[in-house]
């Protein structure tokens, strides 16, 4: 099992920032991709960005592309999303996710969710 855990969310104004980390623990043996999932109310979980083991792969939605960016440390099995010129439209539960595959995770390939983070952008 591995357990993930979510922290740095929080208010902010428009065009603020925040940064949000993820932990692993348990049995988290490479490879694995680690990103970031957001939900907003009524809306769908959607990809936000991912990471791949070595670090030598990143993916950003083209939503957040420019403004968000991931980092992880394997030494400390941790992830970072910073994110920039948050917009309202950026408001959502973050959900850090851990995906075994070789390949982009996706929602049907997440094998691990953490409990998720409230980013609240306000205008």
């Known amino acids: 099992q591995v357990q993930l855990v979510e922290s740095g969310g929080g208010l902010v104004q428009a065009g603020g920032s925040l940064t949000l980390s993820c932990a692993a623990s348990?049995?988290?043996?490479?490879?694995?991709?680690m990103g970031w999932f957001c939900q907003a109310p009524g809306k769908e979980r959607e990809f936000v960005a991912a990471?791949?083991?070595?670090?030598?792969?990143?993916y950003t939605a083209d939503s957040v592309k420019g403004r968000f960016t991931i980092s992880r440390d394997n030494a400390k099995n941790t992830i970072t999303l910073q994110m920039n010129s948050l917009k309202p439209e950026d408001t959502a539960v973050y959900y850090c996710?851990?995906?075994?595959?070789?390949?982009?995770?996706?929602?049907?390939?997440?094998?691990?969710w953490g409990q998720g983070t409230q980013v609240t952008v306000s205008s």
């Open positions: 348990g049995r988290t043996f490479s490879p694995y991709y």
């Open positions: 996710a851990l995906d075994r595959g070789l390949t982009l995770p996706t929602i049907s390939t997440v094998d691990y």
């Open positions: 990471i791949s083991w070595t670090g030598g792969r990143t």
